[in-house]
């Protein structure tokens, strides 16, 4: 099993955990989400769909638009649209630069796609900054990331921190809009 689904898991289980003992506020339009999350998956697989790219990118951004109010959602939203930036120049692909694969002792032609990972190898990289190249070992496990990758953790974990639940106040705000209530 590849590190990247790995901490995908672990994540998982880390934001479950915290959403059970402190249940955030829930953001709305899941199917938008799942049909961005739908061809980046599938790159995971090494399936690439042609013209799938765009529709994760307009589907992420109608999700962000309907969630903006939920705190965190739009820090996700800015390190998502990171990654999609700097993907676009590679056809939804994620640049990583060969010699930044070469530090850990892995290697790959260029051009070549990364199997269980959304990476192609390349010299170079139009938004270099923000491709994959941050470097982070746990042991025999290695995790390359790009700065979008952090900065959507970053609100994810402020998602699940900060936003709350509000069933109290969401009846309330149902029963005061209702015109027989003074």
């Known amino acids: 099993m590849s590190t990247l689904l790995l901490l995908y898991l672990a994540c998982a289980i880390a934001g479950t955990t915290i959403a059970l003992l402190r249940p955030p506020q829930m953001p709305r339009y899941a199917p938008l989400l799942a049909i961005a999350a739908v061809p980046q998956v599938g790159s995971l697989f090494g399936i690439w769909i042609p013209g799938m790219f765009a529709i994760s990118v307009v589907a992420f ?19 998502v649209m990171f990654n999609l930036l700097v993907m676009a120049f590679h056809d939804g692909a994620m640049p990583i630069r060969a010699d930044v694969l070469a530090t850990i002792e892995g290697a790959a032609p260029v051009g070549s796609l990364l199997w269980g990972s959304k990476d192609i190898v390349v010299h170079s990289a139009p938004l270099v900054s923000l491709s994959d190249w941050m470097i982070f070992s746990a042991g025999a496990r290695t995790l390359i990331a790009s700065p979008g990758d952090l900065i959507a953790a970053v609100g994810i ?26």
Request: with cysteine; net charge positive; proline share 4%.
């Open 61 to 79: 951004c109608a999700w962000s638009l309907c969630n903006q109010n939920i705190p965190g959602v739009l820090t996700v939203a800015l390190g």
């Open 157 to 182: 974990l402020h998602w699940l921190l900060f936003s709350r639940s509000t069933k109290e106040g969401l009846s309330h705000d149902v029963i005061s809009r209702h015109p027989r209530v003074a």
